[in-house]
């Protein structure tokens, strides 16, 4: 009697054990069917670069899409002070990011990101969204004139004063009447107002300062054409985009693309960090 008794607890025993090691094996199956597969990497962070007669805000609604699907986000507040002082401040900010990073640059941000991310380990990839995409030795300003761009008719120029007390120097706007037709004509009349009202006046040296050794020459990049452009042409937002061998996107958008088109705009810059994920 005591034998069976002692025969049936050695069997509960066993059959205990074996429950506990089968939950652990489950577990652990568990655990390991959690490890992240190859194409769940770390995604890139995105710096967005704004251009002339903007500030950040106008890459609001793209940022906005980019967090909700997982990504880190900088929008970099340009000085507009000339290419030279642009790229060195954008490539600053480049060096504080976590991780390998996106750099989007829209309008004359496309310059900025173009001698910004030269040479920087930090950078993983260009995205120029109806932008500027000069190659060494170019000038913004050269650019606008041989693709029929209308900043020269349109601009306002005003004196300010240098911070070191020195003398002044000449930045532009572009004249509040001629903001819509020229810069926005897709975005509604009251946005439209509100842009041209809260611009930022850019230094005449964003336009007439040499571009160094172009970053697009060694990194991957993408050229999002806006077709109804009135301030950078097509024809001239399609020869940049092909002499840097970036892969093109186009959409029937004006220059403000960023405000009246964010998710295509927030499409391409994800397809970028997709494809140069590390």
């Given amino acids: 009697m005591h034998e069976k008794i002692r025969s049936g607890a050695r069997r509960r025993w ?26 769940d990497r770390v ?6 670069v704004h251009g002339a007669f903007a500030d950040g805000s106008s890459w609001n609604g793209v940022a906005t899409r980019l967090r909700r699907d997982g990504y880190e986000v900088t929008m970099a507040a340009v000085p507009l002070r000339g290419l030279t002082y642009d790229s060195a401040y954008v490539r600053s900010v480049l060096r504080t990011m976590p991780r390998k990073t996106i750099l989007a640059g829209h309008s004359y941000g496309g310059a900025v990101i173009t001698n910004a991310a030269a040479g ?36 306002t120029p005003t004196e300010y004063p240098l911070p070191s007390g020195s003398g002044t120097a000449v930045e532009l706007t572009i004249a509040q009447d001629k903001f819509q037709h020229y810069f926005a004509q897709d975005v509604s009349r009251n946005e439209a107002l509100a842009m041209a009202a809260g611009q930022r006046p850019v230094a005449v040296a964003a336009f007439s300062e040499v571009s160094g050794v172009p970053a697009w020459k060694t990194l991957p990049s993408w050229y999002l054409l ?53």
């Fill in 14 to 39: 066993r059959f205990a054990i074996g429950a506990v090691v089968i939950a652990a094996a489950t577990l652990t199956t568990g655990a390991a069917s959690a490890t992240p597969r190859p194409d």
């Fill in 226 to 278: 806006a077709r109804d452009d009135r301030m950078i042409p097509a024809a001239g937002q399609r020869e940049m985009a092909r002499r840097m061998n970036a892969t093109l996107i186009e959409r029937w958008a004006s220059h403000a693309v960023t405000v009246s088109q964010p998710g295509s705009v927030a499409e391409v810059i994800e397809t970028a960090a997709r494809r140069t994920r590390s």
């Fill in 43 to 48: 995604k890139p962070a995105i710096l967005l």
């Fill in 120 to 155: 920087e380990p930090n950078a993983a990839g260009l995205v120029y969204v109806a932008a500027f995409a000069p190659d060494q030795n170019e000038t913004v300003g050269a650019l606008d004139g041989r693709f029929g761009g209308p900043a020269t008719k349109i601009t």
